[in-house]
């Protein structure tokens, strides 16, 4: 890509159903994979991944501080990364300051309070509170 | 004077009414703009599930998947979209008219349809004509959130893999361009299967390069509902856009007809008192005539 050029830089776009939410060039992208953290930084070879409920921690920020760090949440998804680009593809992404961790806290405590029967109902729970918990922490960690 | 005074009297109602139309329009506008920029917002997003679901095919993963299986339907599940309000033209009826006659063919093929109805408009006219609903929403307007689509949406891809259903119709209004939108039935459930990039030799290298974590069919196991979601929003999104567009077509043509309206009512007004002028000259002369005498 044309803009990437930059030394070190590379592009990364978070798109959700509604829009675009996010376009911007950093030094390196953390992304919250299926199973487990995975930083990309320029150069990286092309994967496509699946993505579990986390936050996306992008690092260096074009136009900020070096060590500058803008945190997401995103909710599952996919990852596309090719040619310097990071794409997150993702139902749900929410800044980490825009979150409110009383009522994360809350919905956690929620869906660990119920009671879940059946293999299938079990799994949804589990599912639930792993995206719960991941919200939660993002909302706690802090800059 | 009587006929005169009536002509005006409706005159002034019509251009009340040429007000209310002419504002309309203008909201209508305004709603539209905003409408078209989520629609085109939201293009980005299936852009690149199409992508990677391109990818997916080109490299030849094995894409048999519960909901691209099609099945011999036995249940059926039809989606209507309408619009809340009216003054909107054919927009409302146009949906109605389609989708009466997909349930009346269901129907005649003894298939038990669920059939659910977003707005008050698509609620009121099956309800007419006894059309058991299943589910009725009214909650979406000219900006249907992906946040409210999603539970609707969620819900037919469980009851699609429990077999409660085997086949979904969404019947809403796609919008083409700005001059065409047209009443449809579109099939989501079973997805149309992913097709591989048509670019021939080079698009299948740059697919090559790509790996996949987990697995490919892993991530088409997951990226296939999330693509159903993603349509699903796109026919919401579209409803939404056409509807705005009918309904300033429609309140256009109503100002305009006011225009000529209240032209040709101004000129029966004019003619009218003239006449009536001339009569009470008339009048005044045939009394002086027969004063002097």
Not at chain 2, 128 to 149: C, I, M, N, Q
């Amino acid at each position: 890509m044309a803009e990437t050029k930059q030394t070190g830089a590379i592009r990364c776009v978070i798109v959700t159903p509604e829009q675009t939410s996010l376009d911007t060039h950093a030094r390196s992208v953390g992304l919250p994979l299926f199973d487990g953290l995975r930083g990309v930084g320029r150069g990286h070879s092309p994967f496509i991944g699946r993505l579990g409920a986390g936050e996306v921690r992008i690092v260096g920020e074009q136009g900020g501080p070096a060590d500058a760090v803008r945190r997401l949440f995103v909710e599952g998804g996919f990852v596309e990364v090719a040619h310097d680009s990071v794409t997150v593809i993702t139902q749900r992404a929410v800044p980490a300051e825009k979150i409110d961790a009383s009522s994360a806290r809350a919905d956690l405590e929620k869906i660990t309070g119920t009671r879940a029967s059946g293999d299938e109902a079990i799994e949804a729970k589990l599912r639930a509170e792993d995206t719960a918990r991941a919200l939660l922490r993002t909302a706690t960690r802090g800059g | 004077m009587a006929k005169a005074r009536a002509l005006d009297r409706r005159r002034k109602s019509v251009r009340n009414i040429r007000k209310i139309t002419r504002t309309m329009e203008l909201i209508a506008t305004a709603r539209f703009k905003k409408a078209m920029d989520r629609s085109v917002a939201a293009r980005d997003y299936t852009k690149h599930l199409a992508k990677i679901l391109e990818n997916i095919a080109s490299v030849g993963a094995d894409v048999a998947h519960p909901l691209l299986e099609s099945r011999p339907t036995k249940r059926t599940a039809v989606l209507v979209l309408t619009g809340n309000r009216g003054l909107c033209g054919g927009y409302n009826s146009n949906i109605v008219r389609q989708a009466v006659a997909l349930l009346g063919q269901w129907k005649s093929e003894h298939v038990p349809s669920h059939v659910a109805v977003s707005g008050k408009r698509g609620i009121s006219a099956l309800r007419f004509r006894g059309v058991d609903l299943a589910e009725r929403y009214t909650s979406f307007e000219d900006k249907p959130e992906f946040a409210a689509v999603a539970p609707i949406g969620k819900a037919y891809l469980e009851a699609y893999s429990s077999g409660m259903i085997d086949r979904l119709d969404v019947v809403y209004t796609r919008f083409h361009s700005i001059a065409k939108q047209e009443a449809i039935t579109e099939t989501l459930l079973p997805l149309a299967p992913p097709q591989a990039a048509t670019g021939g030799r080079q698009v299948k290298l740059a697919s090559d390069e790509y790996q996949f974590h987990p697995s490919a069919s892993s991530i088409l196991e997951e990226i296939l509902p999330a693509s159903f979601l993603s349509r699903l929003f796109k026919c919401f999104l579209d409803a939404a856009v056409s509807e705005q567009v009918a309904r300033m077509v429609a309140m256009k043509a109503a100002t305009e007809n006011a225009g000529g309206l209240i032209k040709s009512l101004s000129r029966q007004y004019n003619r009218a008192r003239q006449s009536q002028i001339t009569g009470e000259i008339m009048e005044i002369l045939g009394g002086v005539e027969a004063l002097k005498k």
